[in-house]
């Protein structure tokens, strides 16, 4: 009811549709429900993701990531908690470990986006990462230009040999960001059992990847 009257008195406007009242309307918080699909991707394994990043899903997490709106991962915490718990029903003694941000992005920010979900959602990270040198930002990048870019810009926080590893990230594009940690964490005989996302962007051939049950 306070949460109501301080949106009358002070309104916001939605992160996922723009419209003044309240940081996510209802409407937008609906579509922020978890359809997990599974992608195979090449040298990283099966990714799972809770959402498509696009439309709403895509504002608010944008809203998180490049404006501040902590409160948004409240939100975006429970889909990505299905896609974390989905992917390791496959793998269950794997320990989860995330994509390191650049030192640069940290700072911009002030946080690491994948890190905030992972505490909302109640999930415990494995410090195996770390961002060794500064690189270029992937967006804008072809993939083959992602996978030069990439080369070498994470390194192994502590020995992994024979652990079994789920990466987490918040969003997935080509999949050259996953599959760069994923070589990392090989070379040091780590095993890589896939990652789970938040998001991925739409395939543009138009074909669906496999989806999984909602009700995990």
Known sequence: MLGSALA??????????????????????????????VTVMPGVGPVTAALEYDGVARAVLLGLKEQGRAGLATALAAP????????LAAAPDAVIAAVPSSRAARRRRGFEPVRVLASRAGIRLSPLLLPARPHAVQKGLGVADRVRNLNGVFALARPVR???????????????????????????RAEVVGAAVLAA?????GRSSGMLSNSL
């Open 8 to 37: 009358y008195l002070f309104p916001v406007p939605c992160a996922g549709c723009g419209t003044d009242g309240r940081a996510l309307c209802r409407a937008c918080a609906a579509q922020l429900t978890a359809t997990p699909r």
């Open 80 to 87: 990505f908690a299905v896609a974390v718990t989905a992917a």
């Open 162 to 188: 024979g652990i079994r590893v789920l990466l987490v990230d918040d969003v997935v594009t080509t999949g050259s960001t996953l599959a760069a940690v994923a070589a990392t964490l090989r070379a040091g």
């Open 201 to 205: 962007t739409p395939r543009r051939d």
